[in-house]
């Protein structure tokens, strides 16, 4: 029998689930490869050398042998594993809100060194302690941005006209404003008030996701609620699954305040 060809890769945790008795199945994100599904067998037992891959992990160095149907983690060197995202119930929602979106929007096998970037970078923000609802519209912002179709936010989609203190309307469709000129007879837009437009000036901060500062994520809650209401509509307007992790956000938001609560992680 031939020996298994094995290959080595940085990779993230972005889903585990139990398999058998002692083993986990790891859905796993790597800029060299893309998406990789892979088994890390006995990695339930305590005293296993790849007990440490769990959700959210970042493997720098992780060597693989590549099955018929799954590949088999043979090797791995956890260089991260974001504690506090797993003392903190709120932040473990974002997290698997991050790794929710980048799985729904990547391939199997196709690489992406920049979706992988930007959620390592997105989950040590949120590491950091900075706002998780401002950070989760700048984390949408920019995912969407590399699938290629951000929203355009500057100016009118039709005739260019940049934005102005005037009544405009949002169309995921077509993929972001109309000016009061162009919106006429255009249906299923979203209107653009006051605060809507407050929302799309503080988005265009968050593009500029390196120098995030905690001054522009003080934003209102009216603000906050605005950037969500216009990101998740074109968001759900492109992607055809729904994001399971959003139910625990809404639930947690209804009970208040959650403080440092441990989160409970699958495997």
């Known amino acids: 029998m031939r020996p298994l060809r094995t290959y080595r890769v940085s990779a993230l945790v972005l889903r585990t689930r139990n398999l058998g008795e002692a083993d986990r199945l790891l859905t796993l994100l790597s800029p060299e490869r893309g998406k990789i599904s892979a088994v890390a067998k006995g990695a339930r037992r305590p005293r296993s050398k790849l007990a440490s891959l769990q959700l959210f992990s ?22 991260l594993s974001f504690p506090a995202l797993r003392k903190d119930v709120t932040r473990f929602a974002y997290a698997s809100y991050f790794a929710e979106l980048a799985d729904a929007l990547s391939e199997p096998e196709e690489k992406n060194r920049r979706l992988f970037d930007l959620l390592v970078y997105g989950l040590c923000l949120l590491e950091r302690g900075l706002d998780p609802e401002v950070l989760a519209r700048a984390f949408e912002l920019h995912i969407v941005d590399l699938s290629g179709y951000g929203p ?23 993929g972001g404003i109309f000016c009061p000129r162009c919106l006429a007879g255009k249906r299923g837009l979203l209107s653009i008030h006051e605060q809507a437009r407050q929302a799309l000036m503080a988005l265009r901060g968050l593009r500029d996701l390196a120098n995030l500062q905690p001054e522009k994520m003080a934003l209102s809650p009216n603000t906050k609620k605005e950037m969500e209401r216009l990101l998740h509509a074109q968001i759900a307007h492109h992607l055809d699954r729904k994001i399971n992790s959003l139910s625990l956000i809404n639930r947690l938001r209804s009970q208040g305040p959650q403080g440092e609560q441990p989160a409970r992680s699958a495997g």
């Open 58 to 79: 970042l493997a720098t160095r992780l060597q693989l042998a590549a099955g018929k149907n799954l590949d088999i983690i043979t090797q791995a060197l956890v260089r």
């Open 152 to 174: 355009e936010i500057e100016a009118c989609v039709s005739c260019r006209k940049p934005l102005a203190a005037e009544p405009m309307g949002f169309s995921p469709p077509s």
